[in-house]
Every structure is written in structure tokens, then in C-alpha cells.
Nanobody, 120 residues
Framework: QVQLVESGGGLVQAGGSLRLSCAAS????????MGWYRQAPGKQRELVAE???????KFADAVKGRFTISRDNAKNTVSLQMNSLNPEDTAVYYC??????????????WGQGTQVTVSS
């Protein structure tokens, strides 16, 4: 059974930083693409960043230069370092694991989400 557990969310002031982590179990972590998505109130869930099994990364335009994503295949974890946060980054952030090259397919699995709130 796949389990993705996110941690690290919270309340931060604009300009601050947070680091989200996702611990995965029940999958062969090293072959999965891993991603972070977010959903703000009244908006659709959107891709924030992903990292393939080979280490290639992709970022949403809104977070390029501010967020980084990394994975530790030995620990089955993926992290999202978020810097220079602004109120538009406020959302529930979800971890995604997908056996395809990219994340977000119907075969992917989701964590329960962690709230990130950025105050102005």
C-alpha cells in the first residue's frame, strides 16, 4: 500500500522560507517520478515542481528561482525548499509519486497535503 506523508508546512511571513518533506513507503521509490502540487482555495490543483527518477527537474514559472526540489533515494524522501515566499504561495501542498517518467498521471499516488500560509 502506497503511503506518502508530507511535513513541514506552516505559517510564515512574506519573504520567508519553508522546507517541505515527503516520506514515501509502499513503492519502489527510486523508479518513481516525485512531485509537489498545490491547491489554493477556489483554484485547481497545479504542479509546483517535479523530479524524475533520473534527477531531471521541472518547475512552475511562478516558483522558478525561488523553489528547489530534491530527492534522497536512500531515505525514500523528496523535499521542496521554498524561499522568498509570497502570499500567492498560500495553498495546500501535496506530494505525488508516479511510476511514469512525469508525475500527475492516473497511476500516481497522493499524500494528504500540508498547509502553507504566507502572511503579508
Amino acid at each position: 500500500q502506497v503511503q506518502l506523508v508530507e511535513s513541514g508546512g506552516g505559517l510564515v511571513q512574506a519573504g520567508g522560507s519553508l522546507r517541505l518533506s515527503c516520506a514515501a513507503s509502499g513503492i519502489i521509490f527510486r523508479i518513481n517520478a516525485m512531485g509537489w502540487y498545490r491547491q489554493a482555495p477556489g483554484k485547481q490543483r497545479e504542479l509546483v515542481a517535479e523530479i524524475t527518477s533520473g534527477g531531471s527537474t521541472k518547475f512552475a514559472d511562478a516558483v522558478k528561482g525561488r523553489f528547489t526540489i530534491s530527492r534522497d533515494n536512500a531515505k525514500n524522501t523528496v523535499s521542496l525548499q521554498m524561499n522568498s515566499l509570497n502570499p500567492e504561495d498560500t495553498a495546500v501542498y501535496y506530494c505525488n509519486a508516479d511510476p511514469h517518467y512525469h508525475t500527475g498521471s492516473d497511476l500516481g499516488s497522493w499524500g494528504q497535503g500540508t498547509q502553507v500560509t504566507v502572511s503579508s
